[in-house]
């Protein structure tokens, strides 16, 4: 029998993330960044997004919901 192939560690790491991207619950887009950045990275490249821009419509948000490598969700008024 053929001996069990070896793995390469390097073909593991995931070097980017996509989020999904909600406003006020509702998935809307997905955005896809680097897996090094920090919360608040990831709050300020999700808010400077144009798409995201345009569904805020010039809203500020009320707030920014960041679950790092899960998703991103953003509350507005209503």
């Given at each position: ?11 593991l ?32 490249a ?25 998703i ?7």
């Amino acid at each position: 029998t053929a001996p069990w192939p070896a793995h390469d560690q390097q073909y593991l790491v995931e070097d980017s993330f996509s989020y999904p991207i909600s406003f006020n619950g509702k998935t809307r887009l997905e955005l896809e960044f680097p897996a090094t950045l920090g919360k608040e990275e990831v709050e300020a490249a999700v808010l400077a997004d144009p798409e995201v821009q345009k569904r805020l419509e010039g809203r500020p948000p009320k707030k920014v919901i960041v679950v790092p490598k899960r998703i991103v969700n953003i509350v507005t008024e209503p």
